[in-house]
């Protein structure tokens, strides 16, 4: 298992404004995500943040709109730029840990665990 | 275009039955397989993990991975209340496993009836 943490909870923005939300996972690691489950919905994956490099996005999401920072191997950041009632989402970071190596030699086995989540609502 | 696919239920178990819930996927390239419970209002926790075929059991779940038939179930023996949430399907192109943005089914709500 896995010690993340997230910051802000929750909250209620306006629209037109940002919103920084922070991860904080318990051990150095190379990679980790960011999520976005809609009210309802399963969760999309929005990007990839490997640390000393830039974030790879997915497709429908964009740097301008959710500009990711890597500031070391224990902490992320994801920004909710210009806010719409369409943002309200729940966002979610996760981090891999690595469990071992497959039989055939090819290859990792890693599992992917999850922050609490940051609950946010777009007026 | 990767997609996993569930039921979305509600499917409805007697306490002490088994459950059992399924996912397909359409990604032949897919290497690394999980299955996540969900709360109402918390985070996904993970459940079982699977990487090969044929059946990995943990206390009273099993995992089933059958990558001819790009299926993947779950067994959960001697339901509970506690059970009843909303498992989620994942699946990994990348041989990292959870090293790899995972791609989600829409999940399946499960209800333990006591």
């Known amino acids: 298992s896995a010690v993340i943490s997230q910051k802000p909870s929750r909250d209620i923005c306006q629209r037109g404004t940002s919103l920084t939300i922070q991860c904080q996972v318990d051990?150095?690691?190379?990679?980790m995500f960011w999520y976005r489950q809609q009210p309802g919905q399963s969760l999309t994956l929005i990007a990839t943040?490997?640390?000393?490099?830039?974030?790879?996005?997915e497709s429908g999401f964009v740097i301008d709109k959710f500009p990711i920072s890597r500031q070391n191997l224990t902490f992320s950041t994801l920004t909710v730029s210009n806010m719409s009632p369409e943002d309200s989402s729940i966002y979610l970071c996760?981090?891999?840990?690595?469990?071992?190596?497959?039989?055939?030699?090819?290859?990792?086995?890693?599992?992917?665990?999850f922050g609490p989540g940051t609950r946010l609502t777009v007026l | 275009q990767k997609e996993v696919e569930q039921n979305s239920g509600p499917l409805s178990v007697p306490e002490g039955a088994i459950a059992s819930l399924n996912c397909t996927y359409s990604?032949?390239?897919?290497?690394?397989f999980f299955w996540y419970r969900q709360y109402s209002g918390k985070s996904p926790e993970l459940i079982m993990s699977?990487?090969?075929?044929g059946d990995k059991e943990d206390g009273r779940f099993t995992a089933q991975l059958n990558k001819a038939s790009q299926y993947v179930s779950l067994l959960i023996r001697d339901s509970q209340p506690s059970d009843s949430a909303t498992y989620l399907c994942?699946?990994?192109?990348?041989?990292?496993?959870?090293?790899?943005?995972?791609?989600f089914g829409k999940g399946t709500h499960l209800i333990i009836q006591p």
């Open positions: 943040a490997n640390q000393g490099s830039e974030a790879t996005y």
């Open positions: 699977i990487y090969s075929n």
């Open positions: 994942a699946v990994s192109r990348l041989s990292g496993g959870g090293a790899d943005g995972l791609t």
């Open positions: 051990s150095q690691v190379t990679m």
């Open positions: 990604d032949r390239g897919s290497q690394s």
């Open positions: 996760s981090r891999d840990g690595h469990i071992g190596y497959r039989a055939s030699g090819r290859g990792v086995m890693s599992e992917q665990f």
